[in-house]
């Protein structure tokens, strides 16, 4: 069994920085993918970024490309995102979730994962 287990969350103001951790733990594997997704109330949960096994490949939603930067350490089993220039409307609970499958790529939908982090809360104020 696998273990994600996100930190980082917080109350923030608009313009500020954040970096969340997910730390994975529990049987050894080698995830295809890992992402970071997000859900504000009354919405549904949120593609934000992932990245490839290796690292090397990223993708991100256009509402947080150029803010968010998504990174994995692989030999620390950890999963990053760092949050610039935070908006009021990146508040949410952020989840972290690893994909076991092979999906050939396409990983933007959140039924393509099968681990999940419990979630942190991040909020943005005015």
């Known amino acids: 069994q696998v273990q994600l287990v996100e930190s980082g969350g917080g109350l923030v103001q608009a313009g500020d920085s954040l970096r969340l951790s997910c730390a994975a733990s529990?049987?050894?594997?080698?995830?295809?993918?890992m992402g970071w997704f997000r859900q504000a109330p009354g919405k549904e949960r949120e593609f934000v970024a992932r990245t490839s096994r290796s690292g090397g490949i990223t993708y991100y939603a256009d509402s947080v490309k150029g803010r968010f930067t998504i990174s994995r350490d692989n030999a620390k089993n950890t999963l990053y995102l760092q949050m610039n220039s935070l908006k009021p409307e990146d508040t949410a609970v952020y989840y972290c979730?690893?994909?076991?499958?092979?999906?050939?790529?396409?990983?933007?939908?959140?039924?393509?994962?099968?681990?999940w982090g419990q979630g942190t809360q991040v909020t943005v104020s005015t």
């Open positions: 529990g049987r050894t594997f080698n995830p295809y993918a």
């Open positions: 979730a690893a994909a076991d499958t092979n999906y050939r790529n396409e990983y933007d939908s959140a039924a393509r994962y099968d681990y």
